[in-house]
């Protein structure tokens, strides 16, 4: 038998690093492939479960106790509402913060504190987050009871305001805007980190100032990595439940947001009821919700890889 030995210039170690590479390799490649085959199989259930109900009239039909009359037009309508506000609100401010703590702020205990503390919230529970958002935006701490309820403008206008805010679309924008903001800062730190130090040295040698610099070095330079947090980000608030029901999210709604103060449900709380029902006409048009609620992230993610493909191209 030819047995292949280690020759006279390689050591045993050597050997047994390269079999514990090979080992954790294959260990990676079956973890993955398990992984796939579990996304897959969920995918193909729900495709199978769904495809049947997925029609215009699911789409363009508000929720019944019928499953066969039953659609999702509020909570699209309604997703949409609170994802797109709650990105207006969280992605200056998180980009902000991240641009004040690692290009102004002084390295001090204090910025360690505020960075530390901004770590850990990254990590805290969706759950909590709706605690804080039921007592600070819909119940504004109590300060103000509902019959005192200041407002401005018209409840069918655009434009209307409302204090408390209640149980509205503003209120769960601002709830999950709590959720992910955490998340772009932390993101749009490491991108920023990660840009040159030369380009910053660069540029104000040639008589730029700091935001000068910031505006047109740091910030393109680092904007494909920021998207790319940033669409983690807003993704996570897709598909969060947990906050939308502590605040008052509607279970049951027959007409679409008009204004940020209008009442609302979301695609994962529409599902969250359909699915808990017995009958397994809801169980089927749940499965369908999901499937709208799998093309809607999609085309969020798809927009915004390409939005930072565009961005990557003046830089290579």
């Not at 039921?134 to 005192?148: K, Q």
Request: some cysteine.
């Amino acid at each position: 038998m030819n047995q292949r030995v280690p020759s006279k210039g390689t050591p045993i170690a050597s050997w047994r690093r390269l079999a514990a590479n090979r080992m954790f390799l294959v260990a990676c490649l079956a973890a993955t492939l398990l992984a796939v085959l579990v996304l897959s199989a969920l995918l193909i259930s729900i495709l199978v479960d769904g495809w049947s109900s997925l029609h215009w009239d699911f789409l363009n039909s508000f929720a019944s106790r019928k499953p066969e009359k039953a659609g999702i037009k509020a909570a699209l309508f309604g997703s949409l509402w609170v994802v797109a506000t709650c990105t207006v609100l969280a992605v200056p401010m998180g980009i902000g913060t991240a641009l004040y703590l690692e290009e102004f702020a002084k390295k001090s205990r204090l910025t360690r504190f505020i960075q530390l503390n901004i770590t850990n919230l990254s990590g805290v529970p969706s759950i909590v987050y709706g605690i804080i958002g039921l007592t600070a935006f819909t119940r504004l701490f109590g300060m103000i009871g509902a019959n005192d309820a200041w407002s401005i403008g018209s409840e069918e206008s655009f434009f209307y305001l409302r204090l408390p805010f209640g149980p509205s679309v503003l209120t769960a924008a601002l709830t999950l805007m709590l959720v992910v903001l955490p998340v772009v800062i932390v993101a749009s730190q490491e991108a920023l980190r990660a840009v040159p130090k030369s380009l910053r040295e660069g540029s104000l040698a040639m008589g730029a100032t700091t935001w000068q610099t910031i505006w047109r070095t740091t910030l393109p330079a680092a904007s494909p990595t920021i998207l790319t947090g940033v669409i983690l980000a807003i993704s996570r608030a897709i598909g969060e439940a947990a906050p939308i029901l502590v605040i008052g999210g509607a279970l049951l709604i027959f007409q679409t947001p008009t204004n940020l103060m209008s009442d609302f449900t979301v695609l994962p709380l529409q599902i969250f009821n359909w699915a808990g029902r017995p009958q397994a006409g809801f169980h089927s048009i749940a499965a369908a919700a999901i499937l709208v609620q799998l093309v809607l992230l999609l085309i969020f993610n798809g927009t915004a890889v390409a939005i930072r493909l565009r961005l990557q191209k003046p830089l290579q």
